[in-house]
C-alpha cells in the first residue's frame, strides 16, 4: 500500500502515522455525533483484530500479537521481527482466556501495529478457523524461519488449544496470482460457511476459497483504481478488508482502499455465486469490516473515518439505514479491528487493534 508493496495494513499504517507504544492515549477529533454509551469487555489485548460468535456462546478475538525477538527482516516500512504471540482470545460470561497460542505474530520492537491473527469464524463443533497475516510472500516469509511458518495461511484449531495448517494462502497468491499485480499476500478475514471457508486477501486483492480438502480458488478479485493525489491521477489499491453473509445470502466485501487512502472512497461490494462484484454502497473512508443486525441493516466500521493520512485519525462505526441515509453510532475508537453483533443485536468492536498490551473489546449499550 506504501512503496513498492503493498504490505500489511498495519505495516503501512504504522510507516504513514508514525505508530509508537503511545498509540493508545490518540484521541478522536472533529466528532460531532456517535457517543453511543459502551462498555469495556476484554481488556489487555495485544492488537486485537476480527470478532465472531461461537457456537458456545462465546464471543472469540483475534489478537496479532506483538512480534518477538526474531528472526527479523528489514523493509521500507522498517524492521519486523517474529515470535510466537499471536493468539485467540474467548470472552465468556465476564471471563476472558487466551485458548489459542503460539501463533505467528510480526511486530517492530514496540509490538504495535503487528501482523498476525487477523480474523476467526466458527461454525459446529466449535472448531476454529483463523486468517493469519503475512508480509509480501512466501520468499519474504522464508526469511522468518521455522516460526514465522504459519504466516499467510488458513489455520484450524481445536476448543483446546490445538491448531493446524488448512491451506497455504500466500503460496496460492505467488503461484495464482489473481490480481496479477506485485506477489504480496496479507489473509485479512474470514468466514467459515458450510464445507469452505473464504478468506479475504488483503494484499492480494481477492477473495479466495479453501474447499474441504485445503484447495484454493479465486472467488473474485478487485481492480486497481485511479483517484486524484496532490493534483495528479494516481492508481489505488482495492485492499478488501472484510467478507459477511448479508440477509439475502450473497456475499458482501469491505474495502479499506489504498494509498492515499482518499476519504470517501472506500466501498462495499455485492457478490453473487460465479459473479463479478458489483458495488452495494459507496462514500465510505477505509473500512476495516462490516455486519449485519439482525434487522439487516448493514454497519460499516472504519478504521480511520477521516483518513489514515490525516494528522489525528479516529475510527468510527456507521449504521446503513434500509434507505441509504447514514448515521454515525460511535466515533470514540482508536484504530479499531472488527465488528460482531451478538443475539440480542447489540454490537461489539475491538478498539485499539494496533496496541500491544492496551486492546480491547468494546460492547454498544442501547
Known amino acids: 500500500m506504501l512503496g513498492r508493496r503493498r504490505k500489511s495494513i498495519y505495516v503501512a499504517l504504522a510507516a504513514a502515522l508514525g505508530v ?35 457456537p458456545d456462546n462465546a464471543l472469540y478475538v483475534a489478537e496479532a500479537g506483538k512480534g518477538g525477538s526474531g528472526p527479523c527482516l528489514s523493509g521500507p516500512e522498517g524492521e519486523a521481527c517474529v515470535g510466537l504471540t499471536g493468539s485467540v482470545t474467548r470472552v465468556w460470561r465476564g471471563e476472558q482466556e487466551r485458548v489459542v497460542k503460539g501463533l505467528p505474530s510480526l511486530a517492530d520492537p514496540t509490538g504495535a501495529a503487528a501482523i498476525g491473527p487477523s480474523d476467526v469464524s466458527l461454525r459446529k463443533h466449535r472448531a476454529i478457523y483463523i486468517s493469519v497475516g503475512n508480509l509480501g510472500g512466501p520468499e519474504e516469509r522464508a526469511h522468518f524461519g521455522r516460526k514465522g511458518r504459519a504466516l ?27 490480481d496479477e499485480g506485485v506477489i504480496d499476500s496479507n489473509p485479512n478475514a474470514v468466514l467459515k460457511k458450510g464445507g469452505r471457508a473464504l478468506v479475504v486477501d488483503a494484499a492480494g486483492n481477492s477473495v479466495l476459497k479453501v474447499d474441504g480438502d485445503g484447495d484454493i480458488s479465486t472467488v473474485a478479485v478487485f481492480p486497481n483504481r485511479t483517484v486524484t493525489f496532490n493534483g495528479e491521477q ?10 459477511v453473509e448479508g440477509p439475502d445470502g450473497a456475499l458482501y466485501v469491505g474495502q479499506l482502499t489504498g494509498f492515499p487512502f482518499p476519504v470517501g472512497k472506500a466501498r462495499v461490494y455485492r457478490i453473487e455465486p460465479g459473479e463479478k462484484p458489483e458495488i452495494y454502497a459507496r462514500g465510505f473512508t477505509n473500512i476495516i469490516d462490516i455486519a449485519f443486525d439482525d434487522d439487516g441493516d448493514l454497519f460499516v466500521l472504519e478504521i480511520a473515518h477521516n483518513g489514515l493520512l490525516a494528522e489525528e485519525p479516529f475510527g468510527a462505526l456507521i ?13 470514540k475508537l482508536n484504530f479499531p479491528g472488527g465488528l460482531a453483533f451478538d443475539d440480542r443485536g447489540r454490537a461489539y468492536v475491538s478498539n485499539c487493534g494496533v496496541c500491544p498490551g492496551d486492546g480491547e473489546v468494546l460492547r454498544l449499550d442501547p
Open 319 to 331: 449504521e446503513v439505514g434500509s434507505d441509504g441515509s447514514r448515521s454515525i453510532v460511535l466515533n
Open 152 to 178: 499467510g495461511h488458513l489455520v484450524r484449531a481445536t476448543p483446546n488449544g490445538d491448531w493446524e495448517l488448512v491451506a497455504d494462502l500466500a503460496e496460492y497468491e505467488a503461484e495464482a496470482n489473481p
Open 234 to 243: 494516481v492508481p489505488m489499491q482495492a485492499v478488501p478488508t472484510s467478507i
Open 20 to 54: 509508537t507504544g503511545a498509540i493508545a492515549g490518540l484521541q478522536p477529533v472533529g466528532a460531532d455525533e456517535g457517543d453511543a454509551e459502551t462498555t469495556v469487555v476484554a481488556t489487555g489485548l495485544n492488537n486485537p483484530r476480527g470478532l465472531a460468535w461461537g
